[in-house]
């Protein structure tokens, strides 16, 4: 493959130099599947990053020399992984290996259907946003970074991505457990996505949809820094994990693989913050911050207030669910509560959430 | 001889069926002898019309005797995989527009088999059903105590017919396999046949599955399935909760009744979703006359779904497999495919083969809009898939995907009635609130 050098200054990419991968010495192979990537003098490197990489570099540049700020999920209102890891290494040092293998299983599925970031409709920017997006990441969604968001999830063709990644950690590290049979009723299940009020009926429906889903898809990619400490924590323990130090590496990968799609989500919603949004009609205009922020906010308390209660909900329940001996399962609730971090969202309804981050 | 005695009379029934089967064997069998006489390629002939008529003369056939031959125009009218086109779309008519029987033979089996009369059931009973089908016929109906109910009733004498056509039947398919050089296997479909026959005749069975597959969905108000007068309830008559409600894939009346339809099909994809994908167990013949559609008090749809005579366990782990390959053509991962085919019980004569598979899933993406997979097997889709199976005989699909990709198609077509997608993959995550 050619080697692609990407000058400080350019903005502008095409869609093939976007999916471009670097060189690598070797590919990931995964639990004997091939995955996305590979290895550089030993070392892991993300695909698709040839381009991709420095290109978010110089969108990130160009907007901390305009002096903007980045949207940005603070760390005190990260959750934790729910079961954590004392939690889920009790589970499987007492036998009880089915909630963990569940809950690895739904999150390799999930990050499966990240792929549907792809279909996310964007609107027409010329028309709605004030400003121009000539050079930004903005300007590049539909022009290769959702598509590359996709198939790092989903994998594409004979690669595989965080699908099979995950799948592989965790046969790797519990050695091919048994997949519950419940796991598809679970992720179908659940309360019901509930019908979205639009925050901004002024603006039309594909901007805001854009918006809300992009801070959506930020947001849980943030959140899963927690599941992924966690993850590489749990298979990476050699008292539990049949091989350690193959599960936490593949975890780790996967980890890496997303820092990019956290960039350029940043980078977008914080370009778009910085510019003036125009009404469907045209007769309105608002500035983006505006906009962002209060969706921002709004996803951010659902998702960090909503998802740690769920899990508890759930685990408590699979918990009794797998064990038949109700003593023996009360004993182990016990225990399992008592390890609980007890986390909750910092915040209370009517405080202001801070999510910016100031230029250095 | 009555007409109706001379209906159920073997030598009658024998030779009906078995001078439409040599009608139908000649058809074909004629031009490809000329074409042997002439040195012509049998294969470069166009069969179309040929198919065309014989598909009329056999469903005429069925309508007249009923029987085990509606039930196997029904089965071939779900068998895309295996029969051509045009006896697919004759015989699947035979799925319920049929002409019904007369209302004093229906009573006869109520009253046989409550041992009472009918009048000291039902207070108020419509000789003319609502609609008729192979085996049965439901008529409305009002129980001692008001209630409204629908009544569906077994033709009386179907068991003894079914037998008397099955004998016959197999009879034929052994002689013709003896005539022919390179003989249709008929055999084990006729068996196929007489197990789902056996089960479907039995309509206590139908009701266990109504009762599982209610059971699914207790904490889903937007799902009903009619509650079961048990009591009154038999071998061959049920009688449950009499549904209005408006036909799923009628936009208009959709409207005029107040249902928001907006994410209709997502919602009823889920409902679908959760049957075949999780639950293992799912009614398999979801064509728009079993699914009717109710306001609830928001205004949201509530499904109500009708006849369980076709509802289907599905082996362990297919549900799983069903979505791997789902997820697989939507990535284009050709080694996810395969082992999701395979998962799902497809084989191969022989390894090499494996081509052969990949090839069915590279059609069958090329008939959707977008080339790719995303999540919906479409009419044209399905319709692909089967011709593909049809023209690599190496390939054994089985039943239960044949099945499962038929409710898919059938959704689909719901979906297209609709303008709306019935996308299964975008209904995997928890359903519309
Ligand atoms: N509980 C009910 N309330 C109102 N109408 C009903 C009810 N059950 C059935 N019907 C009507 O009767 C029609 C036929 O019933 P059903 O689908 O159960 O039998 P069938 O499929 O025709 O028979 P088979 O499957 O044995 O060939 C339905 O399409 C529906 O219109
Ligand atoms: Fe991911
Ligand atoms: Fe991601």
Known sequence: ?360 | MTNMGRLIARPYRASRIGWTALCVWLRYKIPAWWDLLLRRDPKARDLSAVHQKNADHIFDTAVSLRGMLVKMCQIIGTRSDIFPREFVATLSKCHDRLPPREFDVIKQVIEEDFGADLDSVYSEFEPTPTAAASLAQVHRARLLSGERVAVKVQYPDIEHIMHTDFATSRRIAVIYSRFDDNPMDFLPLLDELQKHLRMELDFRREVESADRIREFFVDDPSVHVPKIVRQHSTRRVITMEFVDGVKVNDPAALAAAGIDTKNLMTRLMSIFNRMILAYGFFHADPHPGNIFVNPSESGKPVFTLLDFGLAKELPDGFGMGLFELMFSMMTFNESAMLRAFKELGFKTQDDDNDETLLLIAKRMMSRSDTGTFQGEFTEEMTDEMFDAIRENPVVKVPTDFVLVARAFSLLSGIGHALGQRANALDAMGPAPA
């Open chain 1, 1 to 360: 493959m050619a080697e692609i050098a990407v000058t400080s200054s350019q903005l502008e990419f095409t869609f093939d130099e976007i999916m471009t991968e670097d060189a690598y010495d070797e590919p990931l192979i995964a639990g004997g599947v091939r995955c996305h990537g590979g290895y550089t003098n030993g070392e892991y490197v993300s695909p698709r990053g040839a381009v991709r990489r420095p290109a978010i570099g110089n969108w990130q540049t160009r907007l901390a020399q305009a002096g903007e700020p980045l949207i940005a999920v603070p760390e005190k209102y990260v959750p934790p992984n729910y079961p954590s890891y004392p939690q889920a290494k009790f589970l499987l040092q007492e036998g009880i290996v089915e909630p963990v293998t569940r809950s690895l299983t739904i999150i390799s599925i999930v990050e499966g259907f990240g792929a549907r970031i792809r279909e996310v409709e964007v609107p027409d920017f010329a028309s709605e946003i004030e400003e121009s997006v000539e050079g930004t990441a903005l300007a590049h969604l539909t022009n290769g970074l959702f598509e590359a968001h996709a198939r790092d999830e989903a994998g594409h063709r004979d690669q595989g991505g965080h699908k099979q990644m995950w799948e592989a950690a965790r046969d790797v590290g519990l050695d091919k457990p048994e997949i519950p049979n419940d796991v598809l009723l679970r992720l179908m299940s659940g309360p019901g996505r509930g019908e979205r009020k639009r925050l901004f009926p002024a603006l039309s429906e594909t901007m805001e949809g854009m918006i809300t889903m992009m801070a959506n898809v930020l947001i849980i990619e943030t959140f899963a820094e927690g599941t992924f400490d966690w993850a590489q924590e749990l298979l990476g323990d050699p008292e539990i994990s049949a091989d350690a130090e193959r599960a936490a590496h593949i975890v780790n990968c996967v980890a890496r693989d997303e820092v990019p799609h956290v960039d350029y989500l940043t980078v977008a919603l914080s370009e778009l913050r910085s510019r003036t949004l125009r009404s469907a009609d045209g007769k309105q205009a608002f500035t983006g911050a505006e906009v962002i922020d209060t969706i921002f906010r709004q996803q951010l308390r659902g998702m960090a207030t909503q998802r740690p209660r769920q899990n508890r909900e759930r685990m408590r329940e699979e918990i009794r669910g797998c064990i038949d001996d109700t003593k023996r399962a009360s004993a182990i609730a016990r225990t399992f509560e008592d390890l609980d971090t007890g986390w909750t969202f910092p915040h209370t309804d009517d405080e202001e959430l801070d999510i910016l981050l100031q230029p250095a």
